[in-house]
């Protein structure tokens, strides 16, 4: 028995849940995750423990869900401590490997030679990208422009929890050298007022966010007045992929192609650290010549790292040179890389099949007989395909978050995130036990073909329900989020009310006479963020489980009479005051619902 891994609260109730999903599901499979939790062995279970699709036929897709889900539970949680496994120490080791590769691609493509079959490779896939990215004329760099914007995270010299803009932008910013000269241009008139005169940095810092136990996630700090930039050339190369019929404002193109893959001869390809092996000279080669230079304009050539990373004798942080182009936190990866993705199925598939083809980030779906030619192309450009995440052949195919088995849903529930902690790495406030429970339940209503939810997995939703306090259980609509217990109709009876009775909102009484209900749910409590003249008062309230904000305005309609209120919600008002970061408290408050969503009843 392994006796070095010491299981806090969050890792209990995990193990809790698992060994009642396991006696649930009862097949040899969790058999053996049952007899690895009752004897300790949490490293061959969280990382040694695989599933292979291949070894199930068209009959098992629930012995498949069952299966799967006990082997996949714990396999994303950052609560358990693994003897011999350092999570931060196994991410630096990947960006190194990331940059050695960038490096040998860089060497290569110096030297490039024209006649080699490679080369022309590059050369069609270059042609293609050309025509998607499409020129950078003055209407594209107005839009660019006008879409320069800060992201929610954290920057080279700003936490994520000082999430304002005109306090990212106050202070002295920073930015690498090659903007500095057009510094005022990027700070403009809507942020004049809170700006000084930025701080020259040569680069991004590293950083990193959780992943699992066996690895983190590194995210790059980019400079403050470098993400600006960034996100407005994003969104332009988002434009163009739209333009282009590959759109990626949302993953449902994906996620259809993946549910039909099994039916209509479909293939989906993932890669490993895609982010991260984007390598210089790559970019440089595809990118016409206005792209290029405005790209490498925005980009961090050098990269940070911290003091506790450099080796034990290390007395300062080091600089060291990216043979990357960039990484993630720069705010323009996702949609470039998409791009280069993109260009590379384009590049080998008919126009005739482009239809069947989709790309979101380093998730790839095309025609089942181009997968060969695809990744060889792929490889060619120094990425590495992840076989264990790529799906040619057999009854499962995965994309973006959703996995299929006969094109049946069979995407298990993980135990991600932690106490105070969500599954991305961000802050949260929500009690853990309700997230779980949650993610349960609705992996029980995909168990039901979304008609309902299989009750072969309501002994481990009962368990997580019984370990969230009282004041928790909130009965609330699939649509809120974590804001309260996902449930059906007759389950949240208790906790709505209709809503043509009277209601108040932040202490003012209001009437409301329309179809639907009001119901409790968590929301993190009315801050007063701005004060005006006559007594004005701005209010944020924010539903708990969607993170939805809503900005209540009340405004005095006559001196020390009545208050009128009023919702905010404009680009520039939140641009004004945003919402300052979490608060630290919740508390049950009613909102009105037009539906309840169905297909949650136990059966």
């Known amino acids: 028995m392994s006796s070095m891994t010491t299981l806090n609260s969050d890792s209990k109730l995990e193990t809790s849940l698992l060994e009642s999903l396991c006696v649930s599901h009862d097949t040899p499979r969790s058999l053996t995750v049952l007899l690895l939790l009752q004897y300790g062995e949490y490293k061959q279970l969280i990382i040694d423990l695989s599933i292979n699709p291949l070894h199930y036929c068209e009959g098992d897709v629930e012995k498949f869900r069952g299966d799967y889900l006990v082997t996949a539970f714990l396999q994303k949680s950052i609560n358990f401590a693994l003897p011999g496994v350092n999570p931060e120490q196994a991410a630096i080791q990947a960006f ?92 403009g008139d809507r942020w004049h007022e809170f700006a000084k005169r930025p701080k020259i940095v040569k680069g991004n810092k590293l950083g990193m966010t959780v992943k699992n136990a066996k690895t983190k996630r590194v995210v790059c700090l980019e400079p403050d007045l470098n993400v600006l930039v960034q996100k407005g050339i994003g969104r332009g190369l988002r434009l163009r992929l739209r333009i282009c019929g590959n759109p990626i404002n949302d993953q449902g193109i994906n996620q259809r192609l993946a549910l039909r893959a099994y039916k209509n001869g479909g293939a989906t390809i993932d890669l490993k650290g895609a982010s991260e092996r984007i390598a210089l000279q790559l970019v440089t080669f595809l990118s016409p010549d206005r792209w290029r230079d405005l790209l490498l304009l925005a980009r961090s050539p050098c990269t940070k790292i911290p003091q506790q990373f450099c080796g034990p004798n290390a007395k300062s942080g080091r600089w060291v040179e990216l043979e990357k182009f960039s990484s993630t936190g720069n705010g323009f990866t996702f949609e470039l890389e998409t791009m280069i993705f993109l260009a590379v199925v384009r590049s080998c598939v008919p126009v005739t099949y482009w239809d069947e083809c989709a790309v979101y980030g380093d998730d790839i779906i095309v025609p089942r007989a181009f997968y060969g030619e695809v990744t060889r192309r792929l490889e060619i450009c120094g990425f590495v395909v992840n076989t264990s995440k790529s799906f040619s052949q057999g009854l499962f195919f995965e994309s973006c978050g959703t996995d299929y088995f006969c094109g049946q849903p069979v995407r298990p529930a993980y135990a991600r995130g932690g106490t105070g902690i969500d599954g991305k790495g961000t802050i949260s406030i929500i009690p853990y036990a309700l997230r779980l429970a949650n993610r349960l339940r609705v992996m029980a209503w995909q168990a039901g073909s979304y008609h309902f939810c299989d009750k072969k997995w309501l002994p481990a939703y009962k368990l997580a329900v019984a370990s969230l306090a009282a004041e928790y259980r909130l009965r609330i609509p699939f649509h809120l989020g974590d804001a309260g217990l996902i449930s059906s109709f007759n389950e949240g009876r208790g906790n709505r009310r209709s809503r043509s009775k009277q209601h108040t909102i932040l202490g003012s009484p209001t009437m409301s006479w329309e179809s639907g209900w009001d119901v409790k749910c968590l929301t993190e409590s009315a801050m ?63 909102v009105p619902v037009s539906f309840w969503d169905s297909g949650f009843d136990w059966c």
Not at 576 to 587: I, T, W
């Open 96 to 187: 190194h490997e990331c940059e050695e590769d960038c490096s040998v691609f860089n060497a290569w493509i110096r030297k490039l030679d024209p006649s080699d079959e490679n080369a022309k490779v590059l050369f069609e896939i270059r042609s293609v990208f050309h025509e998607l990215i499409g020129g950078l004329n003055p209407r594209m760099l107005k839009y660019i422009e006008d879409n320069m914007d800060f992201g929610p995270g954290s920057t080279s010299s700003i936490s994520a929890s000082k999430q304002i803009p005109s306090v990212k932008i106050s202070g002295r910013p920073h930015l690498t050298e090659s903007l500095y000269p057009f510094y005022k241009t990027i700070i």
């Open 528 to 590: 007063r963020i701005a004060s005006f003249s006559h007594r004005s008062r701005l209010y944020v309230v924010r539903n708990a489980g969607s993170r939805k904000t809503v900005y209540t305005l009340v405004l005095p309609k006559r001196p020390r009479v009545k208050y009128e209120i009023q919702e905010v919600d404009t680009p520039e008002f939140r641009h004004r005051f945003p919402a300052r970061g979490l608060l630290d408290k919740l508390r049950p408050q009613y």
